[in-house]
């Protein structure tokens, strides 16, 4: 496999190293919602990390408005489901920005940094009650193959890449990679990614289960367009107590998950778009779901 390393966690050799200010250590001074966007396409949130320069790492600031962005959707009806993505295309998001850390407080307890800031990140991605996609354009690494790894469904660009860089660094996996990747792939999968350190290709990924699918860079925001106008279609409370259970049954027994099924069929069938799929069915039409 390459080793082209291109990011802030990465880099080693200069011509792959991102330029620019903040790359070089100078702060990033637009403002925060310049760094991480939001946009509105009809019932979709689009949220774009935009930080190229830096390979598209999020620092603290960053982190916790991505955080806030996706907590807010759970109160925001008007949303109905929501895709994070990165300017550029060579970058989706190489992890946390090593530069913003290493003008921090030495004195830091990185324990309850890492519950407060990190862990609440990907906390709302699994809690968020609508569909997330990622639409990776480029090079995932660290953190930031796991942000990618959370989200519901997955479309990455056939030049993507996912690094699991962190014993190249010395450092231990996190951002809940470790939970999460055993039960997607399997503990033996996990060890090889986590151990050998090797670039995964998205076709690999894609062969692997940790990818949706893999399309050219050209038709990457077309294809996860497609997904986000489906699913903001869609019967969203469905979606919300469909994304619970499955989450939920990472961790259940299968008595837990029998009570929880009966519970969630039985919120489910007393909403509007319920009684819409069975009036539809019956009427022979197609449905008008309100998520609702």
Known sequence: MTDDRPTDQTADRPDEQPSGPAAA?????????????????????????????????????????????????NRDRSARCAVITAAG????????????????????????????????????????????????????????????FACDLVVASDQARFIEVFTRRGLVPDALGPWLLPRVIGVRRTMELFLLAEDLPARRALELGLVNRVVPPGELAAAAGEWAERLAAGPTRTFAMTKWLVNRSLDSDRAAMAYDEAAAVELISRTEDAAEGVASFQERRPPQWKGR
């Open 25 to 73: 250590g100078g702060p990033d001074e637009r403002p925060i919602d310049e760094q991480i966007r939001l946009e509105r396409r009809g019932g979709a949130v689009w949220i774009t990390i935009d930080r190229p320069e830096v390979g598209n790492a999020l620092h603290p600031a960053g982190r916790d408005r991505l955080r806030g962005i996706i907590e807010g959707l």
């Open 89 to 148: 295309d060579r970058f989706f998001c190489t992890g946390a920005d090593l530069r913003a850390a290493a003008g921090a407080d030495s004195g830091v307890n990185v324990r309850r940094m890492m519950l407060d800031g990190q862990y609440r990140l990907f906390e709302a991605i699994f809690d968020c009650d609508l569909p997330i996609i990622a639409s990776v354009n480029g090079t995932a690494a660290g953190m930031g193959a796991h942000l990618a």
